[in-house]
């Protein structure tokens, strides 16, 4: 393994601690057709894994590592008189990876029925399937381009067999009271920064063994925080830090005033953590954490 920094964060890159099985880039390749309407393969195409990544693109690459991503195959396709289609097929190794990759994403454009869930607009495609993350894109719209750009997507989806069910996590959130293209899931704190600043330092102790959802709720602009632990004493650990270093050394579960006078508070329910960020009124914060404690397994 070698070190490499993320969002800011150094840790370890975890190519080698993989649990799930890896697809192969001869494995991955089959997954993608030769030709989609007049739009042929242009080029080979290529391959990466682990920090590979960074030889192909930049930043984003840091938040596929968040997940843990395994492989990335990169395919072009050509036709004459018309924009190149570019596709990424990413094997995330897990498909609550993959999910949490596409609702890091999530909101940016129109459902569509592809994948197990699928989002098109201007031009750009994105979906989940089982362990695997795809994105299509044209750069420039015309009728011809985006029904390649689908028909390329549904070819994809249809060659991948195996499907992942959503982390069941989320299922947790208050029915109704979410807006359901804000879900965000992941389990490393860089990420949760990057949708609801916390705090550098990773107070809630959130890493691959742990899970996290994260969603705004329709009233206001409050948010709401759930995350689930390995165990009782490690949500115990993470309540504490969290208290101590957000809450203004809080030593309850709040519902405490912030500085930008809105509220936040905390509950723990044996090994799940949930958060209210940004409540209008104490009452609001209490209120949301006794709905998600209503809807715990």
């Given at each position: 393994m070698k070190p490499v920094t993320v969002l800011g964060i150094l840790f370890w890159c975890p190519c080698a601690l993989s649990q799930g099985t890896t697809s192969s880039p001869t494995t991955m390749q089959t997954l993608l057709p030769t030709s989609i309407g007049l739009w042929c393969v242009s080029e080979p195409s290529r391959s990466y894994s682990g920090t590979q990544i960074f030889d192909y693109m930049d930043g984003a690459g840091e938040v596929y590592l968040a997940y843990d991503y395994r492989s990335l195959i990169v395919q072009r396709y050509a036709r004459?008189?018309?924009?190149?289609?570019?596709?990424?097929?990413?094997?995330?190794?897990?498909?609550?990876?993959?999910?949490?990759v596409f609702s890091y994403m999530l909101g940016r454009g129109p459902a569509v029925p592809i994948g197990q869930e699928g989002e098109y607009r201007s031009g750009l495609l994105c979906f989940w399937k089982g362990k695997y993350f795809v994105y299509v894109q044209i750069d420039r719209e015309n009728e011809e381009a985006t029904a390649a750009v689908l028909d390329l997507g549904r070819a994809i989806a249809s060659r991948i067999q195996e499907e992942g069910e959503r982390p069941a996590i989320i299922n947790s959130l208050p029915g109704g009271e979410y807006l359901p293209t804000t879900v965000r899931y992941f389990f490393?704190?860089?990420?949760?920064?990057?949708?609801?600043?916390v705090a550098e330092s990773n107070l809630l102790l959130l890493d691959r063994t742990?899970?996290?959802?994260?969603?705004?709720?329709?009233?206001g602009q409050s948010y709401v925080l759930l995350v689930g632990y390995a165990s009782d004493e490690r949500a115990d650990s993470a309540q504490k830090g969290f208290l101590s270093g957000y809450l203004h050394g809080a030593t309850g579960a709040g519902p405490v005033q912030r500085d930008s006078g809105k509220w936040s508070a905390c509950l723990r329910d044996r090994h799940y953590l949930a958060i209210a960020f940004d409540a209008a009124t104490a009452q609001h914060a209490a209120a949301i954490l006794e709905n998600v404690k209503r809807r715990l397994p």
């Open positions: 004459q008189d018309q924009q190149e289609i570019l596709v990424e097929l990413f094997d995330m190794d897990l498909p609550r990876n993959a999910f949490g490393r704190h860089e990420i949760l920064n990057s949708h609801y600043f742990s899970e996290a959802v994260l969603a705004r709720l329709t009233e």
